[in-house]
């Protein structure tokens, strides 16, 4: 058996299995820990803040305006299990007032080190076909899968970490975003505080502009945005609580992770559209079209499950509070 064969039937046999066992487990300990989970990740938040307002205080660092969790790949390869958390300045990378902190994520990736140790295991039966080295490629390409589950907890801790009194003391710019990712390169904007006054006129036409990729993660709260035409357009992450988005066109559009509280969606088309994640608690749902509408682990009031005109699919993958 030749390398490439030894690796494919590795693969094949082993890892996808051992990948789906150890993802589940990881699924399970989230869904069952999450909130302490989320009281410790704003314990680290309040670290990084209580630093940030000290070096404020002895006016070193300027207004906030990002501040990043981010995965350094070899530390994990050397079983260092921290983020690092970065606070800067609206500079960004060109910040050189340093502010860091870490948090530990020994809760994730302990199970991405208990897969490599079945991986060692099973290696052996290919007779050194496949060696350590080979295994450490394969583990840094596993890394993102346990990423996801550090930015899902993010998603769900820091909308309640913000209102501890150690952030709102922080002079901050009026926008401010926090990631999730990878040292300086690949991240994802987990939160976003927007303190600038929107004329709904101007966000209107803005979002009608359809521009590529020029939403994701917007807050859009309080604004009438009725009567709109939004359709295949990415909207993820979004916040529209407290807007009117009633009679608006969202066929098609991307709107993973999207919050709806409060939200007036009356009449508001969906046809189509990923809503995966998304909250709709509190949102007006009269006659809203979720026709072929991805609404994967979506949450909605259960008082509100008697209005909606859900298939079989939808009703099994959404979440009732």
């Not at 989320?38 to 209580?50: D, S, Y």
């Not at 003391?169 to 303190?195: C, F, H, P």
């Not at 969202?250 to 919050?259: C, E, M, P, R, T």
């Not at 995966?276 to 509100?304: Q, W």
């Amino acid at each position: 058996m030749k390398k490439s064969e030894a690796l494919q039937h590795f693969y094949d046999n082993y890892i996808f299995k051992i990948r789906d066992k150890k993802l589940n487990e990881l699924k399970l300990y989230f869904e069952t820990n999450k909130d302490t989970l989320a009281k410790e990740m704003t314990e680290a938040f309040r670290r990084i803040c209580i630093k940030v307002k000290k070096l404020q205080l002895d006016s070193i660092k300027d207004k906030i305006a990002h501040i990043e969790f981010s995965l350094l790949r070899i530390r994990i390869l050397e079983k260092r299990y921290s983020y690092l958390i970065d606070a800067y300045s609206g500079l960004y990378y060109l910040d050189k007032i340093e502010c860091t902190s870490e948090y530990d994520v020994t809760w994730a990736f302990k199970y991405l080190e208990e897969f490599l140790e079945e991986l060692e295991q099973t290696r052996k039966l290919y007779m050194n076909k496949i060696l350590r080295p080979d295994l450490e490629r394969i583990m840094l390409n596993e890394i993102s899968h346990y990423n996801e589950y550090i930015v899902k907890l993010a998603r769900y801790a820091l909308p309640e970490s913000v209102k501890i009194a150690e952030y709102n003391d922080l002079d901050r710019k009026q926008v401010v975003n926090i990631y999730v990712g990878d040292y300086r390169t690949s991240n994802a904007i987990v939160y976003r505080e927007d303190n600038r006054i929107k004329n709904s006129g101007d966000i209107k036409s803005w979002l009608e502009g359809k521009y590529e990729d020029g939403y994701e993660s917007e807050i859009l709260k309080e604004l009438d945005l009725s009567y709109g035409d939004y359709e295949s357009i990415n909207l993820s992450n979004c916040n529209f609580s407290g807007s009117n988005l009633s009679a608006s066109n969202l066929k098609n559009s991307l709107l993973v992770g999207a919050i709806f509280n409060n939200t007036n969606l009356e009449g508001a088309k969906f046809e189509n559209a990923n809503l995966s994640y998304s909250d709709m608690r509190g949102a007006i749902l009269k006659n809203v079209d979720f026709t072929r509408s991805n609404l994967k682990e979506a949450i909605f009031l259960r008082n509100d499950i008697q209005s909606l005109t859900l298939d079989d699919e939808q009703k099994k993958n959404i979440i009732l509070v």
